[in-house]
């Protein structure tokens, strides 16, 4: 398996590809095609967000943490405009990210679970795009796709390392073919993660309006799916 330095270096390269084609061949300002490359760049750690072994993903949560409120800034100021509230929540979503969610995390996932698949990356894609706010959906796409490509870089370079030469033989490790899978070996994980992809896709194609939106549905969960963050 790789290491956290081939990772990072690995997605920070496609990252920076990325972000510079962004803005010089499709047009994105400078400013974003800097902040998909970070993305792109940090995405690239985020599929051993389950491995248990300390530092580096220690390092993972500590950047999670500190980005994930720094996105939701906006979100937090709609909800309130006091500015001690809003620090509070920043807070609230810092300690919940970096002590919370690595608790649990740490207690449900073998490493190389279902982290480590091609659903993963699509959850993480589009979790980004939905959480991510701007008036042009093309903008959030970019973010989407950016982490969706940091984290096929880390599948990727997973599997190439799981195929080793020896002398004039390739020979695959076990771990070969673990990593860009589409389901896991226990039941209630590959559950699971469709079931959140389902969601997330079903809510990032109507935000999109390639499907119409849930007219029939209860009141409540069509308020609920408007109130997300992608709706103008
Ligand atoms: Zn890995």
């Not at 906006?74 to 006091?82: K, M, V």
């Not at 959030?140 to 020896?166: I, N, P, R, W």
């Not at 073919?177 to 039941?187: D, E, H, M, Q, T």
Request: overall charge positive; aromatic content about 10%.
């Amino acid at each position: 398996m790789a290491g956290y330095r081939e990772h990072i270096s690995v997605s920070g390269l496609c990252g920076a590809g990325y972000g510079i084609a962004a803005t010089l061949l499709f047009g994105f300002t400078p400013e974003q095609g800097l902040l998909a490359a970070i993305l792109c760049w940090m995405s690239g750690m985020l599929p051993d967000i389950d491995s248990q072994t300390g530092k580096p993903v220690q390092k993972i949560f500590g950047i999670l943490a500190a980005i994930v409120p720094m996105m939701m800034m906006e979100r937090f100021r709609e909800i309130t405009e006091n500015r001690e509230q809003i620090i509070l929540l920043a807070i609230c979503t810092y300690t919940a990210v970096r002590y919370g969610l690595s608790h649990i995390l740490g207690r449900l996932s073998i490493h190389r679970g279902m982290f480590h698949s091609i659903p993963a990356l699509f959850i993480a894609a589009e979790l980004v795009m939905l959480v991510y706010r701007s008036d042009d959906l093309a903008v959030k796409g970019l973010m989407g796709a950016a982490v969706a490509l940091g984290f096929l870089s880390h599948l990727l370079l997973d599997e190439l390392y799981s195929v080793q030469f020896t002398g004039t033989r390739l020979k695959l490790n076990k771990a070969a073919g673990s990593a860009l899978k589409f389901v896991g070996k226990s039941y209630y994980p590959n559950i699971f993660t469709y079931t959140v992809l389902m969601f997330l896709t079903y809510v990032s194609l109507v935000q999109f309006g390639v499907i119409e939106g849930p007219e029939k549905m209860p009141h409540s969960f069509r308020q609920a799916v408007e109130s997300l963050p992608m709706r103008k």
